[in-house]
Each structure stands twice: as structure tokens, then as C-alpha cells.
């Protein structure tokens, strides 16, 4: 019997010692690698050259699954321009507590257009919106866009840009 | 009858070893089964006020008027101007939104769920490193404990008779679930 409890205790020990060495700060995935930001004008303004490339950006998490920590919205805080940095479930979680702090975020840059149905959809949806709905102005809760974007991702030109995230760091 | 008595010592250690964190676990599971429901980790709680006519101007300030007609002391974490009559303030564990130049406010204040964000972070394994480990021993120890239960009892109750049925039920559950859905 001691010998099981003593055998249990040392695999504990040593996985924690072995596991202590890999705790790292504020940095979610694969951290960042690559040196200079693209910055969200130039992301948003001609799109077509970073479709399926690695990109970094910077800015401040101004939006994060509530539920799930599987996305953060990056957006310069002079502009507003942002982007949506997807990440999947339980891979990356990112803590709602990060809301409104700087963070450095790569992934793989997607553009993601709708289809007519789904225009022809979200026209609908915002011409109903109740008037109880409790997201500000500008930005509704919408969930079943293409792509897997989570609620609330920004559309441009009926298109969805979104980071596939590969890692974040957040500068608290 | 010697390795019997092996099986059943081990199936109790480890039983009472890892007892406490599936109860952990069953009651996160079944808080993250219905995340769609409800919030498992937070409770959001959101005001709307109207704090009359802003005058807009550079954010900082916007954002420092704003939390002087609300009473609030605290210095924000950050200011970002979202649109040109957007404004969010964030503060720790609370946004606020302002849109410009009525003053409407969206008072959103987020608190852990006590308990359950706990377990929550336990069992997704949001700390990663050392808890990955852990986790791996408890996933081994469930191993354990479903290969030596079902050798406890001999006999018509053990797998000669109704303990072979009943693996077998809950080993059809799901495979027939697989079938049906993929």
C-alpha cells in the first residue's frame, strides 16, 4: 500500500517537475514569430495580398468568446479597424479577463466571402433585430457565418477576414 | 484467486486516489456539455444608461469624462475608439461602450462563476504544463479502474453472465450513436 502511494507521489513529482519548466507568462499557443506587425489598415485595405500567409498583428482585445475563450477581436485603438483572431476549441483559451489588454497575435490570414443566402439572410436579421437585443449598436451577435468565425465577427464588403491563430501574446 | 485480490487492492487505491477529481470532473462535464445554455465560466451582467450629450474629442478624454459622470475611480486598462461614434472603456472585469455624442452607455460586468470556473479550467485544461500531465495520470488511472472493475466479480454477476451484457449495452451506446451520425 505505501509502496503504491509512494510510486503515485514520485510520478506526480516528477511531472511536475518536468511540466513546471513549460509555464510561460501570457503567451497562448505558439507565442509570435514573426518580427514586424502588418498593420490593420494596410490588412484591411488591400486584403488579397495577405490571403493564406502568415501574418502578425498588434493591437488591444476589444472582443472575447464569452464561453469559450476560442477567439479575440485585435483592433488598433485609434481606428477601430480589427480583426478577428480564430483560434480552435480547447487548443487556445483565451481568458475573458483579457478584455482591453495589448496583445501581439499571429496566425494564417483567410478571407472567407458569403454567400447570397447568407446576405440575403443577414439583411433580414438586422432589419429585425429586437429592439431587446443586448449587443451595442454595430455589432450583432451572429453565429452560423462561413468558416467557423464565432459570434460577433465583422464583415467588410460581405466578406469575413479572419486570422487562423497559431499564437497570441498579451502584453498585461 | 492471488491475482483476484491484486485486482480489486488496485481498483480501490486507485479508486479512492482519483474519487474526488471525477466528481470534479462529472460536474464540469456536465457544465460544459451545455455551454450553448448558459455561460459555464462567467455571469455577464449588463446595464444600459444615459449619461446625456458627450462632447467628442480625443478618446482618453472621452473615455475620462464618461467614468466621472458614472463614479468610478478606476483607471482604465484602455481606451479604443472603435468607430467614430464608438468608444470602449475597459476597466478590469467590465466594458464599457459609449456611443457618441448622445452618451448611451453599455455597462458590461463580468464575474467568475465561483466554482465552476475552476473546474472548468481544470477540466479543459486551460493551465497546460503540469496539469497536462496530471491529467494524462488520471485518464491512466480511469484505464485502471475500467480494466480491473470489470474483473472484480466472478461468475453469473461478473463477466459469465449479467456483467457481459452490461458491458456490452454500454459499449453499443456509442458505437450505435457513431453509426447513426456519421
Redesign the interface.
Known amino acids: 500500500m505505501k509502496r503504491i502511494l509512494v510510486s503515485m507521489a514520485m510520478v506526480v513529482l516528477v511531472a511536475a517537475i518536468v511540466a513546471g519548466g513549460e509555464e510561460a507568462g501570457a503567451v497562448y499557443g505558439d507565442g509570435v514569430t514573426i518580427q514586424d506587425p502588418v498593420p490593420m489598415s494596410r490588412l484591411l485595405g488591400e486584403p488579397e495580398t495577405f490571403v493564406g500567409k502568415k501574418v502578425r498583428v498588434d493591437g488591444v482585445i476589444t472582443g472575447v468568446c464569452k464561453k469559450r475563450g476560442c477567439w479575440i477581436q485585435v483592433t488598433n485603438p485609434d481606428t477601430g479597424e480589427g480583426i478577428r483572431i480564430k483560434v480552435e476549441d480547447g487548443v487556445i483559451v483565451f481568458p475573458y479577463a483579457a478584455m482591453g489588454e495589448p496583445v501581439s497575435a499571429e496566425g494564417i490570414f483567410e478571407a472567407v466571402a458569403l454567400t447570397p443566402e447568407q446576405v440575403a439572410a443577414r439583411a433580414a436579421r438586422q432589419e429585425q433585430q429586437p429592439a431587446s437585443h443586448s449587443h451595442p449598436p454595430g455589432e450583432p451577435c451572429e453565429k452560423g457565418l462561413p468558416g467557423k468565425t464565432g459570434c460577433d465577427v465583422p464583415i467588410q464588403d460581405n466578406t469575413v477576414y479572419l486570422i487562423r491563430g497559431t499564437g497570441a501574446v498579451i502584453h498585461s | 484467486m492471488r491475482l483476484r485480490r491484486l485486482v480489486i ?2 481498483h480501490r ?1 486507485v479508486g479512492y ?1 482519483f474519487a474526488g477529481l471525477t466528481v470534479l470532473y462529472a460536474i464540469s462535464g456536465i457544465a460544459v456539455n451545455h ?1 450553448e445554455d448558459w ?4 455571469v ?1 451582467r ?1 446595464e444600459t444608461r444615459d449619461l446625456g450629450q458627450l462632447q467628442d474629442g480625443d ?1 482618453n478624454q472621452v473615455a475620462d469624462e464618461v467614468l466621472r459622470r458614472m463614479e468610478i475611480a478606476e483607471e ?9 461614434n ?1 468608444i ?1 472603456v ?4 467590465r ?1 464599457i ?1 459609449v ?1 457618441l455624442p448622445e452618451g448611451r452607455v ?1 455597462d458590461e460586468l ?1 464575474r467568475r462563476r465561483g466554482g465552476f470556473f475552476e473546474l472548468n479550467y481544470l477540466h ?3 493551465g ?7 491529467a494524462d ?1 488520471y485518464a491512466a488511472g480511469l484505464l485502471v479502474l475500467a480494466c480491473t472493475g470489470i474483473f472484480i466479480i466472478s461468475g453469473k454477476k461478473g463477466l459469465g453472465g449479467r456483467g457481459l451484457w452490461l458491458l456490452l449495452a454500454g459499449l453499443s451506446v456509442p458505437v450505435i450513436y457513431l453509426l447513426w451520425r456519421l
Do not use: C, E, Q
Open positions: 487492492a488496485t487505491d486516489f455551454v455561460n459555464p465560466n462567467y455577464l449588463t478618446r482604465p486598462k484602455s481606451v479604443v475608439r472603435m468607430s467614430p464608438l470602449k475597459f476597466l478590469d472585469g466594458t461602450t456611443t453599455y463580468a479543459l485544461n486551460h497546460k504544463g503540469f496539469w497536462t500531465w496530471f495520470l
